[in-house]
């Protein structure tokens, strides 16, 4: 008869012997939580960014900037709303990806998807480090640290300043109050105080809501999808291409702003010319109807 194969026997101890890898484990193998963000609220030293000096930096949590109709046309979303920070300090990309979501999460629900875009103004590049040691029971004799250590990359975070617009949104002039309450929800999800903007400008372009309904009606802007670009009226051919606008298309600047002003005192002269002439119309009237019940 042939013979059986052995099991081979195993090294494992007996229950009542503990090993030391049951007791200690090192800190990459241990499961730390994030520390708060008031650890990393203030700007104190010079900016760390991602380079072929700083490696293994995680990705940011926020990873979309634009959410809603982003391929809206520049005309179809004239108000804009911004949301400013009011503080000199840091925002985690935690942050920004939580005010995101409110953000689309409201506008959705109350406008529709198709009804509004957003964009994210603020980026996270600076990044952040941690010493990190064992937290068990009985650690600090056995990991007590350097103080002030360096420390590994453990995210990224966005530097801001007073006035730095960190998320716009542009949606029709009906949507204006939807437009505010989402930004107010959105600062709950960010540290510091914010303040919330009306912008002047057309969308995200760069011209007023008149200077954008003058430079259209004239042909001086050229769709770029959320944008307009500029006709140059000046300079090179060569240098503006194919968007250049020629002497005998377009008056000068000046000019041109002259005619707008007169044109709008005029209107407003004729409105309370109307206005004083329908006043006395009816002062008039009345004036007749009393005599009439006099006699």
């Not at 193998?29 to 708060?36: K, L, Y």
């Not at 769709?223 to 060569?238: I, V």
């Not at 600047?253 to 004729?270: D, G, L, P, W």
Request: a positive charge.
């Amino acid at each position: 008869p042939t013979a059986q194969p052995t099991a081979k026997p195993t090294a494992t101890p007996p229950p009542h012997i503990h090993t030391h890898r049951h007791h200690f484990q090192t800190s990459e193998q241990r499961n730390m939580g994030r520390r708060p963000a008031r650890c990393y609220r203030y700007c104190k030293d010079k900016p760390y960014i991602k380079s072929r000096f700083c490696r293994g930096v995680p990705d940011p949590k926020i990873r979309i900037y634009d959410v809603g109709h982003r391929a809206a046309d520049v005309d179809l979303f004239p108000l804009c709303v911004h949301l400013m920070s009011d503080e000199k300090e840091q925002i985690s990309a935690e942050c920004l990806e939580a005010a995101r979501i409110v953000v689309n999460k409201y506008m959705s629900t109350q406008v529709g998807k198709e009804a509004f875009h957003m964009r994210i103004r603020a980026h996270p590049f600076h990044v952040l480090r941690i010493n990190k040691m064992l937290s068990c029971a009985g650690a600090d004799r056995l990991q007590t640290g350097m103080r002030h250590a360096f420390g590994k990359p453990i995210g990224l975070i966005a530097r801001v300043r007073i006035g730095q617009i960190l998320m716009s949104i542009r949606t029709r002039e009906d949507n204006k109050a939807a437009a505010i309450e989402a930004c107010r929800r959105a600062g709950y999800k960010i540290p510091g105080s914010q303040k919330i903007c009306i912008a002047k400008e057309w969308g995200f372009t760069k011209f007023t809501k008149d200077e954008y309904k003058l430079y259209k009606k004239q042909g001086r802007l050229i769709p770029r999808g959320a944008h307009a670009d500029w006709r140059r009226a000046h300079g090179p051919l060569k240098k503006a291409g194919g968007t250049a606008v020629l002497s005998y298309e377009l008056e000068r600047k000046s000019i041109i702003e002259k005619n707008a002003r007169e044109k709008a005192a005029s209107e407003k002269a004729a409105a309370i010319k109307a206005a004083k002439e329908a006043a006395d119309a009816y002062k008039a009237a009345m004036a007749k109807r009393a005599a009439a019940r006099g006699e």
